[in-house]
């Protein structure tokens, strides 16, 4: 049961993998009556069939293996679905192991600030409409990332958060159109509207406007927006102070539950519907780090990692890779930040992921089926 690996490994991705794990480091998987194993050898990663005495054995169903093999699934899916069981050790010890093993599965090198080149480009660089989009995509494929000033009308925005705030006064927990926190005190509060655009022809225009589908299509025009799948076109709704659930979102991947072989590379546009800056929770970035698989705990792990902090006025548009590595923290202050995300995703996803159907279900605890390996 060896999986196929890609034709061309890097042998100093490897051997650095090998060094991070350290000389003993072994991990097995238990499919049904197979196995395979993953040790270091060396200065390099050995594949072999069958178990050995390794220090993290995990059990799984072949779908699940297939899953994860796939890039469909990842290990933090599995491990909230249940579908993981470790006989040895446990998630953390996996987790070490799972940048290396999307290399080997996938050719998805493990991220490395020192690898990144930026091509002699500016990180914190700002570009408007007027910018040709050969400059735009070189751009985004750089960095992973866009900031594009004055797209949007202040009356444009003043539009479109009056029909925030009807959506708002609308919404209640469990409508499933919606995500909720919980604030210090222990009340609910409203922090994301989901499937926003179905429900508003004012947002609808919005998502369809030709300057989103513009941005959103600079890395592939064959890209598109899925106002009833994948959670639709949503709206964040920043909440102010410490809560309790997905309003302040730590360091990810939006494909860090899975998806990346169906979804990646998705483009999402953020419409900054009222500008943002660290009060207000603002978009942080990692330049360079998208197509690359980053370690849970990354930030505890590497020295000299960039980190971009984007300050928008209202009107302003962010653009990012889904796989690159960012956050949404908590406002130093008031809060407040309204950002609609329109996310452009290839035509495979469609294939794959049905109406009402997203892999941020299981997130929210709502019961969705994940697609099958044998779908990719």
Known sequence: ?????????????????????????????????????????????????????????????????????????????????????????????????????????????????????????????????????????????????????????AEEMRAANREIDRLAARARPGDDESWWVTTDDGAQALCRLVYATLRSPVLAALESDPRVRRLGTLLDPALRAAPDRMEGSAVLLKVPGKTTGLSNIPWHQDCGMGGHAIMCPAVTVGIQLTGSDPSSGNLQVVPGSHGQAVHYRWEQRLDGVPVVSIDTAPGDVTVHVQDLMHASPEPTDAGGRRTMYVTHYPPRLFDYVGPGQAFNDLVRNRVIAAPAASAE
């Open 1 to 153: 049961m060896v999986p196929l690996t890609p034709p061309a490994l890097d042998p100093e991705i490897l051997r650095a993998a090998a060094i991070d794990l350290g000389p003993t480091a072994a991990v097995t998987f238990l499919v049904d009556d197979d196995a395979v194993t993953y040790a270091v050898d060396g200065a390099t990663i050995r594949v072999d069939g069958g178990r050995t005495d390794s220090a993290v054995v995990v059990r799984l169903s072949r779908q699940a293996w297939g899953d994860l093999v796939g890039q469909i699934r990842t290990a933090i899916n599995l491990l909230l679905s249940n579908e993981l069981a470790f006989e040895r050790g446990g998630f953390e010890q996996l987790a070490d192991w799972d940048p290396i093993l999307r290399y080997l599965h996938a050719g998805i090198p493990p991220y490395d600030p020192s690898r990144a080149d930026f091509a002699g480009r500016d990180p914190a660089a700002t570009f408007t409409l007027d910018t040709d989009d050969a400059e735009l995509a070189s751009q985004l494929q750089t960095m992973g990332y866009l900031h594009v000033r004055s797209v949007f009308t």
